[in-house]
């Protein structure tokens, strides 16, 4: 690996020999320029990790080279730390005004510049390469960002919509994403959630940027898996932190972990998904159950008010909630008949059961409880717990409404399925005392809202 090349603008002779002589002892390559005109030759003939210049110099000061090395879209990614025997307010502020990364007083230089030199070389080398693709509808935003973020040294790529921005991220895979959520063709929710769900490019780190009014829709965002989000209007210092904290080697790790964490769950779902086809394959009855109380339970769910994120774990809890019965004897779970009181009291088990089998899984707290309670009856006299109204979980509560009504619709060998209507009168009737109200009548809407049976 190349060692850092650092040059070195002054026209002191003894001043470049000292700063020489102590980078050199820490592996960086150094280059002399006696002022600034000669300096900015070697920028536009070399390429240099940083300059450091002094600001009084005869033909070209330091302020002038800096601004120059700025303009030039060749060199405007290389940082500028400025060295001067000056420490006035006016001449600091003017060094950060022309693009300097860091003003230092030639007084303070001994103790002060190599932490400068060796951060801001770190810093170049964590950025060199990195390429973000920005994203916005607007292009005055989009060029101010790219163009703040190409002076801070980042590689930067655009696209006016989500699509536009999903085609280059295949193509390309970028190191970091920025995108704006309002946009036509593709939203940046729309991309979030495409990005997160391919493969190969949802490790990338995705920061949202757009107005305060936006906030609920930024949370959801960050529950899909986007990295952070900034508020506009925001100024380029808080972008470049932004992007160079995500890109961190410690943020890496974390997202790499992440990763593991995503792929870990996506193999434990498929075998719970596998637990319950052979449950399904097993007991005809359940074949297609699980499906439709999911399916109905979501629909209460969102009548109830519930957001996105809580009906798709609602509709996992449902998937899974007569998981148990894998657990039951084929003579007892097959039986072509009425069931004697032992074998019910087997049946019954079925709750417990299933939540022992998720219990394991940290993922899956918040839906045991709605696996082990979906036979609790609002009047105390379910089971496994005899839970009483509220005491039993809300979850809980949906499932059992769309569980009892595609029990009922369901043909059995011994019994006949009720129609939907009769179904609908028999729910009402046994409402308060078994099932819960609430959930009642969320599922009445959906039900006349649907006009003809959802199952
Ligand atoms: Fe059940």
Partial sequence: MLNPQVLIVDDSKTIRSVISSELKKHSIDVTEAVNGIQGLDFTRTNHYDLVITDITMPGMDGYQLCTEIKKNPDTQSTPVIILSSNDRHEQIEKGFEVGAAAYVTKTKARKDLLPYVKEILNRAKLLRDKLVLVVDDSKYILNVVASGLTSAGFKVITATNGREAFDIASEVAPHLILSDINMPIMDGIQLCEKIQSHPGLSH?????????????TMRELLHKGASAFLVKPFNIDQLVITAEKLLSDHFQIILQ???????????????????IQALEARDSYTKGHSDTVSRLSVKIAERLGFNELDCERIAFAARLHDLGKIGIRDDILLKNGPLEDHEFAKIKEHPVLGADILNPIPSMEDIIPAVLHHHERMNGKGYPHGLIGEEIPLWARIISTADVYDALTTDRPYKKAFTHNHTMEFIKKISPDELCPECVKAFQAVMLEARVPLN
């Fill in 204 to 216: 990338i780190p995705f920061v949202i940027m757009s107005s305060g009014a936006d906030r609920r």
């Fill in 257 to 275: 972990q992440r990763e593991l964490f995503k792929k870990e769950r996506t193999l434990l779902m498929g075998s719970i998904t596998s637990l």
